[in-house]
């Protein structure tokens, strides 16, 4: 039986916004296992992109237990958390987030700083990473000389450059268009099945979410 990357039991999260109460997520039970390209699925407001937060350690449950990568999230404190995620997990965002005024390998470059490298070895690592999303010519380009398509594969090198096991995609083809998004699918797909990377998309697409193995809906913060 393969390993288990992912696991939520009763994993429940809520707010208070103006004075009302929401139940974002509400007693979610998952597995997701090494080397799975898994979907989330729902409209707006389902609690898909809560559970892909929860799952980076990006927010905190109110209730329930969340392990991921054979730690329990729950217990440990804000440096360890950072410091798991910057080493097992890499976040791939819709809106890119790169910053303007840093080149493709700066942009790509940031997580290492965070490691023990030395600057050489970072570069290595960075154009790497560039060459591997097909933009070994874009190294030295600012955000804004790239298309829409070319921000995203950069953003996706900058999740991958420190080989993390688990890959999170919220909504990564949301601002782009069909072929754009076409690529980006498509080498999501090569990070699962060439390099065992474990992916979990949060996608309302359903031609996005074919590119996965497996498919869980969310409805009103609870699986169906």
């Not at 060439?194 to 498919?215: C, E, I, N």
Request: aromatic fraction near 4%; hydrophobic fraction near 45%; glycine fraction near 6%.
């Amino acid at each position: 039986m393969s390993e288990t990357v992912i696991e939520t039991i009763s994993l429940t999260k809520e707010f208070l916004r103006d004075q009302f109460h929401v139940i974002a997520l509400n007693e979610v039970s998952l597995e997701i296992h090494k080397g799975e390209f898994v979907a989330l699925m729902g409209p707006s407001g389902s609690g898909k992109s809560t559970l892909l937060h929860l799952i980076a350690a990006m927010d905190k449950p109110t209730s329930g237990e969340i392990r991921v990568l054979g730690h329990n999230l729950r217990e440990l404190n804000d440096r360890e958390i950072a410091h798991w995620r910057n080493e097992h997990v890499g976040f791939i965002f819709q809106q890119f987030n790169l910053i303007p005024v840093l080149t493709a390998l700066e942009n790509v470059e940031l997580p290492l700083k965070l490691t023990n490298l030395k600057k050489p070895e970072r570069i290595e690592h960075a154009t790497t990473a560039l060459k591997l999303v097909g933009l070994g010519d874009r190294l030295h380009h600012l955000p804004r000389q790239l298309s829409g398509g070319q921000e995203q594969r950069v953003a996706i090198a900058r999740a991958i450059v420190t080989d993390p096991a688990l890959i999170l995609a919220d909504e990564p083809t949301g601002n782009l268009d069909a072929a754009s998004g076409q690529e980006v699918l498509v080498l999501l797909a090569q990070l699962n099945r060439d390099f065992g990377k474990t992916v979990v998309l949060v996608t309302h697409d359903p031609h996005a979410a074919q590119f996965a193995s497996k498919v869980h809906y969310l409805e009103k913060g609870e699986l169906v």
